[in-house]
């Protein structure tokens, strides 16, 4: 209840480990992201958590949420620059950007739908 009130206030589920509003629902979110690593495995988490915890849009990594967020941007200033989203692999001038782009070519059904979006925007071309 408390995660729902936070997304409904905040507009995510990303909440800090140290969340100084609530320092408990910090740890909690926090521990959840530790066991939803260990999905359905002894100490892991349970398929109804973790269900309940996908329908609200739980975020499991924060990181890696950050790190899509600045891929992305770059992604977009080269489409920006270039008119297209077509990176070659290996890219020479950016080769981390050029890794970036052909893995979320195929990951469409494990991104979100706004990152989905976001990138058929630009017209990027899925596998």
């Avoid at 690593?37 to 499991?60: H, N, P, T, Y």
């Avoid at 200033?77 to 001038?93: A, Q, S, T, V």
Wanted: charge should be positive.
């Amino acid at each position: 209840e408390k995660l729902v009130k936070f997304k409904q206030e905040h507009g995510d589920c990303v909440v800090p480990c140290n969340y100084e509003l609530d320092p408990k629902l910090g740890r909690w979110v926090d521990n959840q992201r530790q066991r939803g690593s260990a999905l359905f495995e002894e100490g892991g988490m349970g398929k109804d958590r973790w269900e309940k915890l996908q329908a609200i849009g739980f975020v499991w990594s924060v990181e890696r949420t950050k790190f899509w967020d600045t891929m992305f941007r770059r992604l977009k200033r080269f489409y920006d620059r270039e008119g297209h989203c077509n990176i070659p692999l290996p890219y020479k001038k950016d080769p981390q950007l050029g890794r970036w782009v052909h893995n979320q070519a195929g990951r469409k059904r494990h991104l979100s739908a706004q990152s989905v979006k976001e990138l058929d925007d630009m017209g990027f071309k899925w596998i």
